[in-house]
């Protein structure tokens, strides 16, 4: 197939998911477009090993195949409506899955050598949700070995590169969703996060990326890493792109016992103008819905925490978080200083749970059920050379550690410890909403995208997830968006929101997109 | 509470990982690296404080153990990397190397002392 797009392909890769589902539902576009034209992109910015190295597998002629196949769920009428419940929501659109969650037919990996060939007996159920919503699944992504690392760099295939600039890192660990993403190769993408694998790469690339509450959606056929902290996240290329694949996967699942039993609100009506912010539950005193044609976010208090915008912050990201604060405060929101005493804690507790579950969870990476296996003598030895060869630097670092403060002697001082100040953490979100904040809005990292290898230091990598962390252990949504740029590198602002509250996170998020506009790229 | 090369010895074979030579001691100069930024957990004052056993409130609800198998859309054979009969396929034992003689190594691996491991 040409490399080069078509004027057609062109149009087709600019249009939101939603628009580009309703054109072929609608026979306005073939069934194959949207893939066709992904595909097309991805040759064209060289997504795979040479280039970007976002794509680790891909199979066009598979991809091609299953976009002619969805023909028969086209639209009996001209004009029927492809939204929610039709079974259309995403007919049609070329979709990119990170390579920890299982899908049929392309290899899971999970960046790693001990999963090379690896290919998923069953499907994730995000995968098949949006399969059955008429996707089409066109690349598997590279990613930090076992979603181990904030920068993509620790692939056994191979660091990813930023398309922004192609110098720099696009994040992790789902630096591969996130670049495939902001290289116009999808309009949506899933990545996982366990300490803010989503949020910050979107907010390297320029792009969206939400973590839904613990619990929100299904983790049936994602590779464990820290089962207290995972969740499937999404990426989008804008607000709009996030909620819909998040419609899509959201709910309970009786395949993942973690997964709640809630409706699902449907999240695209939060950029109704005329849709209320809701009163909060534990606020004292009910707050009075905004009428139509009242500012969109009137009502609605969010909350900036003191401690995400320290005298260390770059001058430069504060002033674009100024800037948002302002247009939030300009769509009717009241902006109120809060604090979460805890934050600074976020990183030693994250680093000492994430890695004590991950060496539980990795354990099963041993040579026997699937996988690579190297020959020793003896069932040990077989292990031992098995997963000393199979597993990169970082993985067996943190497996060690993990093992560390497990092992007899230091699990109290340790494990036990982390898990206190983990409820500690935890609480600040409890007491911040329960005292009548919404969301809170905060940068969701320190600093744009460095550039590759600039971080050689563990601990250094680590702190890249200092603003994204405390969301995962405490279980609460969050969401990173666009808010401008620091010598043409993207900076992302996060809304972060009680549990099961992504509509209000939503809300705040479609109105402040539509606020800064162009200005969310400068 | 710094690691010694003795400490990574011993967790790298709980965990079965063999380590060459050259890694101990870059890795307990990591390891030991990362852990001095833990320090800063043993000043909380957490005497009062439960340690978190759950995410959020709704997560976890019980249900019926029952329902259908979840179908595999390839054999098991077709992704393990050895497999007879329906087990997998594992090395003997170094210990069962030569049965009758004293086993030279009294590791924690001797639990698992069949060459077969049955599927799921």
């Not at chain 1, 909060?280 to 500012?295: I, K, N």
């Not at chain 1, 769509?331 to 804690?345: F, I, K, M, N, Q």
Request: aromatic share 6%; charged share 20%; with cysteine.
């Amino acid at each position: 197939m040409s490399a080069s797009l078509t004027p057609a392909d062109a149009r087709f890769l600019a249009m939101p998911a939603a628009t580009l589902r309703d054109a072929i539902a609608a026979n306005e576009a073939p069934p194959t477009a949207g893939v066709a034209a992904s595909l097309r992109r991805a040759a064209e910015v060289g997504a795979g090993r040479d280039g970007l190295n976002s794509i680790l597998w891909s199979d066009a002629d598979a991809a091609r195949g299953e976009a002619e196949a969805l023909a028969d769920r086209l639209a009996p009428a001209v004009g029927e409506r492809a939204g929610r419940g039709t079974g259309r929501e995403l007919l049609g659109v070329p979709v990119a899955i990170k390579d920890n969650i299982a899908t049929l037919r392309l290899p899971t990996t999970c960046g790693s050598r001990i999963l090379e060939g690896y290919v998923s007996p069953y499907e994730a159920t995000v995968v098949a949700r949006l399969r059955a919503a008429g996707a089409v699944v066109v690349a598997k992504t590279n990613m930090d070995e076992f979603a181990m690392g904030s920068s993509t760099e620790n692939s056994a295939y191979g660091p990813a590169l930023n398309p922004v600039d192609r110098t720099r890192v696009p994040g992790g660990s789902s630096g591969g969703s996130a670049a495939a993403v902001a290289a116009g190769i999808v309009r949506i993408a899933l990545g996982s996060e366990t300490g803010g694998s989503v949020r910050q790469p979107a907010a390297f690339c320029g792009i969206v990326g939400v973590k839904p509450t613990y619990g929100r959606v299904s983790r049936y056929g994602l590779v464990a890493f820290a089962s207290s902290l995972d969740q499937v996240g999404v990426f989008g290329k804008t607000v709009d792109d996030a909620a819909l694949a998040m419609e899509i996967i959201a709910g309970s699942d009786t395949l993942d016992a973690t997964s709640a039993d809630l409706d699902v609100p449907p999240y695209r009506d939060a950029a109704l103008a005329d849709v209320p912010v809701r009163p909060l539950r534990a606020a004292a005193g009910a707050l009075a819905p905004v009428a139509a044609g009242e500012a969109p976010l009137a009502g609605m208090v969010v909350g900036r925490p003191k401690e995400y915008f320290p005298e260390s912050l770059d001058p430069r990201v504060r002033e674009k978080c100024d800037r948002a604060l302002e247009r939030l405060r300009a769509l009717g929101a009241e902006v109120r200083d809060v604090s979460l005493p805890h934050t600074d804690l976020a990183i030693p507790v994250y680093y000492i749970l994430a890695p004590a579950e991950a060496s539980s969870n990795l354990a099963r990476f041993d040579g026997v059920r699937y996988g690579l296996r190297l020959g020793g003598d003896g069932l040990k030895a077989m292990y031992e050379a098995t997963r000393s060869r199979g597993f990169g630097p970082e993985v067996t670092r943190r497996i060690l550690l993990g093992t560390y403060v497990l092992s007899a002697g230091y699990y109290d001082a340790y494990y036990r410890k982390a898990q206190q100040v983990r409820t500690l953490v935890t609480q600040d979100f409890q007491d911040v909403f329960a005292s009548g904040v919404h969301v809170l809005f905060t940068p969701t990292t320190p600093t744009t995208a460095f550039p590759l290898g600039a971080k050689s230091d563990p601990y250094e990598m680590y702190l890249s997830d200092i603003f994204t962390a405390t969301a995962n252990l405490g279980g609460v949504p969050a969401l990173s968006l666009p808010i401008g740029a620091v010598d043409g590198l993207p900076v992302g602002g996060q809304i972060i929101a009680p549990h099961f509250a992504e509509f209000d996170m939503f809300k705040a998020a479609f109105a402040l997109e539509r606020a800064l506009g162009g200005e969310a790229r400068a | 509470m710094a690691v010694t090369e003795q400490d990574l010895r011993h967790i790298a074979a709980l965990a079965r990982l063999g380590l060459p030579a050259e890694r101990v001691g870059p890795l307990v100069r990591e390891l030991n690296g990362i852990l001095e930024h833990m320090a800063v957990l043993q000043k909380v004052d957490t005497a009062t404080v439960d340690p978190a056993v759950s995410v959020g409130a709704v997560a976890m609800p019980l249900r019926s153990d029952e329902g259908p198998q979840i179908p595999l859309a390839r054999a098991r054979a077709a992704f393990a990397p050895a497999m007879t009969d329906g087990f997998f396929l594992v090395p003997r034992l170094a210990t069962h190397a030569a049965l009758g003689t004293s086993p030279d190594d009294s590791s924690v691996d001797d639990e698992l002392d069949a060459d077969l491991v049955e599927a799921e």
